[in-house]
């Protein structure tokens, strides 16, 4: 059980105001929030911090049978790119899961994201189109300022 299935909307939206209000620079205290409450309640009904559309689901189940055997998406975030932050997104044997993570399940395929990465993705819309120009993944994540013209990376 996440976060968010023990505690319900209250605690996640404090939790994050309370993030965002512990970056300091020089002593400074920088309030900043990201995304709305709204965003965040939407998130929350729906039970999965990372959202997936039925496209994106099709793709990663595809491209998990080409692996050959039962793997999870993991999804999260690493320093870099060209706003600051890029999204990671790699197939992972199950094993691999710790205590650390939040699991989504989506018909028996599992999403997985570490607790860290998930205060960056929280609300994350993951879709996929087979369009000839732009296709591929796209992350609309609620939390991000700003985003790269490529759609791999963003910036809170």
């Known amino acids: 059980?996440?976060?968010?299935?023990?505690?319900?909307?209250?605690?996640?939206?404090?939790?994050?105001?309370?993030?965002?209000?512990?970056?300091?620079f020089r002593?400074?205290?920088?309030?900043q929030i990201y995304g709305s409450i709204k965003q965040m309640t939407q998130a929350t009904e729906s039970q999965r911090g990372i959202l997936l559309s039925e496209a994106a689901l099709q793709q990663v189940k595809l491209l998990q049978e080409k692996q050959g055997?039962?793997?999870?998406?993991?999804?999260?975030?690493?320093?870099g790119g060209c706003s600051g932050m890029s999204y990671m997104m790699d197939f992972e044997d199950s094993s691999k899961i710790s205590e650390h993570d939040d699991i989504f399940d989506y018909d028996g395929f599992k999403i997985v994201c570490d607790r860290k990465s998930l205060l960056y993705l929280y609300g994350l819309m993951l879709d996929y189109s087979d369009s000839l120009i732009g296709g591929g993944f796209q992350f609309t994540n609620p939390n991000a300022n700003t985003t790269c013209g490529c759609g791999k990376s963003f910036g809170v």
């Open 1 to 24: 059980m996440n976060l968010v299935e023990q505690h319900g909307t209250t605690i996640v939206s404090s939790l994050w105001l309370a993030i965002r209000a512990l970056k300091s």
């Open 69 to 79: 055997k039962e793997l999870c998406l993991r999804v999260g975030v690493r320093q």
């Open 27 to 31: 002593g400074l205290i920088v309030i």
